[in-house]
């Protein structure tokens, strides 16, 4: 079993910056890759970033390349995404997933059905 637990979501105005951080417990935190992933109101759960076990692969969304760093601390069991230049249209509850099927893997998954564990949410809200 997995726990995710994410912080740091918000308001801020267009242009400002967050970080979002997801504190995991359980199962080995530094054996799989990590995700996030958002849901905007009347929108499908779309992959926004995602990084590998050790942190050495990481891959974005077309629209946060930039803008969005994901990161992990294994020795914290956390993973973070520092989110700059913060756009309206990324208002969204943001969620972090794990994907334990994928042990050791380097290679991160964008799909939300490959991820086995999620975290409630942090609502972030860019006002223009």
């Known amino acids: 079993q997995v726990q995710l637990v994410e912080s740091g979501g918000g308001l801020v105005q267009a242009g400002g910056s967050l970080r979002l951080s997801c504190a995991a417990s359980?199962?080995?935190?530094?054996?799989?890759?990590m995700g996030w992933f958002r849901q905007a109101p009347g929108k499908e759960r779309e992959f926004v970033a995602g990084?590998?076990?050790?942190?050495?692969?990481?891959k974005y969304t077309e629209s946060v390349k930039g803008r969005f760093t994901i990161s992990r601390d294994n020795a914290k069991n956390t993973v973070y995404l520092q989110m700059n230049s913060l756009k309206p249209e990324d208002t969204a509850v943001y969620y972090c997933?794990?994907?334990?099927?994928?042990?050791?893997?380097?290679?991160?998954?964008?799909?939300?059905?490959?991820?086995?564990?999620w975290g409630q949410g942090t609502q972030v809200t860019v006002s223009s």
């Open positions: 997933a794990a994907n334990t099927k994928r042990l050791y893997s380097i290679v991160v998954i964008t799909t939300t059905n490959e991820y086995d564990y």
């Open positions: 990084i590998s076990w050790t942190g050495d692969t990481t």
């Open positions: 359980g199962r080995t935190f530094s054996r799989y890759p």
